[in-house]
């Protein structure tokens, strides 16, 4: 690994270059693809950059809802997120698991909290991937 450029720089770098000098010059029918690329690579970035935060942070939060009593209170919550990284599938299952207990009605009496810790989860992975989203968006909250 080099100390500099870090990869998110690189694909920083690559965006730019994609966006600004090579879209241009590019015959009109893969103008559309090279955006893509450029797109990918900014959100590559915004993911290297971002590190593992944001993935431990939803598990955390999937966790929440359906493992309540899985982690002590008293714990650091640095601990626990160290513990849900360790196996990423681990987070597609919950993601599994959550839906399906949605759809059977399980949280039905925990609606708002459902719905406050979904939001948060894909507010971060906007804040990746469509940076600026929440500023734009209508999402049905008041004020």
């Known amino acids: 690994m080099q100390d500099r450029p870090e990869a998110h720089e690189l694909l920083e770098a690559l965006a730019a270059f994609l966006l600004a000098d090579l879209t241009p010059r590019v015959p009109s029918e893969l103008r559309f693809q090279t955006l893509v690329a450029a797109n990918c690579a900014a959100i590559a970035a915004r993911e290297f950059k971002a590190g593992d935060d944001a993935v431990a942070h939803e598990a955390l939060l999937l966790s929440e809802l359906t493992d309540p ?6 714990r650091d919550p640095k601990a626990w997120e160290i513990e ?3 196996d990423r599938d681990e987070l597609h299952a919950q993601r599994v698991a959550l839906a399906s207990a949605i759809r059977a009605g399980e949280f039905d009496d925990r609606w708002g909290q459902a719905v406050a810790s979904l939001r948060q989860a894909t ?10 989203y929440d500023e734009v968006s209508d999402d049905g909250r008041d004020g």
Request: charged share 20%; proline share 5%.
């Open 69 to 74: 009593g899985r982690f002590d209170a008293g």
């Open 84 to 86: 849900l990284l360790r």
């Open 123 to 132: 507010a971060a992975k906007l804040a990746v991937a469509h940076p600026g």
